[in-house]
């Protein structure tokens, strides 16, 4: 399984744009690159997925260069209520089944 | 879509109590469920894998006999914590993947709200 490192914690104003880095070096050739957003007493939320270059939904991008081995989460002109922690996963993928480990993700405080 | 939906979402029990945690894929069929547990300020760590119709796959140092995993139907997968005592006290969530072997690799978990345990 890829091993992920993130940033443990990082601030921001509301409104502006916030980019949280994930490195991912030893990424085999089927992993993809999941982000979820956890808020406190709830289950992780599905943000990005993404294999190679940029994804782009309506709530955030991803950005992974050419050689895969990091990622870049993007909000837009965060708020308050963007506060959580966010992890970055790489998962292998055989068969259908996917294992998945989470690292200590990156506990984003978005101040007023 | 993909809903996965986690039953209790809270349960305090007496110590030596077993207790049932239900994690149903709403509208969707799973293959392959998983379990994890989360202690405070802490990440999630993967207990163990439940795949339908077989035996679950527990991860390294967790107890299948003390926590017992039943995926019996494609949208159906318990958790039991056996003979509970505080140190089991923890969030526990559980997740859900669309699809198993059919080109769609790329589908993400979805997962449940998790069950806060609280052993006295």
């Known amino acids: 399984l890829a091993k992920t490192t993130q940033p443990i914690s990082m601030d921001s104003y509301e409104g502006q744009e916030v980019n949280i880095t994930c490195s991912h070096n030893n990424i085999a050739t089927n992993d993809y690159i999941t982000w979820y957003q956890q808020f406190p007493s709830q289950g992780p939320r599905f943000i990005i997925q993404g294999y190679k270059t940029k994804v782009t939904n309506e709530v955030a991008s991803l950005f992974i260069p050419a050689d895969r081995k990091s990622s870049t989460l993007s909000l837009p002109r965060v708020s308050l209520s963007d506060t959580a922690v966010y992890y970055c996963l790489v998962g292998p993928h055989s068969g259908g089944y996917q294992k998945v480990t989470f690292g200590t993700g990156t506990k984003l405080q978005v101040i007023p | 879509g993909a809903v996965v939906s986690q039953h209790p979402s809270w349960v305090i029990c007496k110590s030596g109590t077993s207790v049932k945690i239900e994690c149903r894929s709403l509208d969707f069929q799973a293959t392959t469920m998983f379990w994890y547990r989360q202690f405070p300020k802490q990440s999630l760590m993967l207990m163990a894998t439940?795949?339908?119709?077989?035996?679950?796959?527990?991860e390294q140092g967790v107890e299948k006999d003390k926590f017992l995993i039943n995926h019996a139907s494609l949208t159906l997968s318990t958790l039991t914590v056996t003979s509970a005592h505080p140190e089991d006290s923890s969030f526990y969530i559980c997740s859900a993947r669309v699809g198993a072997g059919r080109g769609d690799g790329d589908q993400p978990q979805h997962f449940g709200d998790g069950t806060r345990l609280s052993i006295l």
């Open positions: 439940s795949n339908e119709g077989s035996k679950a796959t527990y």
